[in-house]
């Protein structure tokens, strides 16, 4: 009997696990922010402060973006011209799920210029938006 219930459950829990495996973006090298607050609000968190919808700023990292609502993880990732990149993203909701895409170029040592590309995206969403390197431990992140 035990067999017969446990085959299902494994049976439902592997469908109910998303279909892609997330990529590293091997060329994000650290943790990254587009607001001024919010390498702040990451150190605080680092170092053990609360966290809240306020509290928990947009950042990426070589593993995805991560935000309060939900997160993205990379599904593929192509080299275009010189130091930028060609994104697409399984993003994550409490509304469900879709699929973004961004080029990323590097703009600086410490810097990069994302762009949503996205079809059907508006064009205030299109605009580049500077994502500045923090410095923080990743591993000490929720």
């Not at 605080?44 to 973006?65: E, M």
């Not at 990379?74 to 080029?103: P, S």
Request: charged share 20%.
């Amino acid at each position: 009997m035990m067999r017969r219930l446990v085959i299902p459950t494994l049976l439902m829990a592997s469908l109910a696990m998303p279909a892609h495996a997330g990529l590293k973006a091997k060329f994000i090298d650290g943790v990254y922010v587009f607001t001024d607050d919010g390498c702040a609000k990451l150190k605080a968190l680092a170092a053990g402060g609360t966290l809240s919808v306020g509290t928990y700023p947009w950042f990426v990292t070589a593993d995805g973006i991560s935000y309060w609502e939900g997160g993205c993880e990379f599904t593929k990732i192509k080299a275009g011209k010189k130091n930028q990149w060609k994104v697409t993203a399984a993003c994550g909701e409490e509304d469900g799920e879709n699929t973004e895409t961004y080029t990323w170029a590097k703009a600086s040592p410490t810097t990069f210029s994302v762009t949503l590309t996205t079809p059907g995206a508006d064009a205030d969403q299109q605009k580049p938006v500077t994502y500045s390197r923090c410095d923080v431990d990743p591993a000490k992140l929720p």
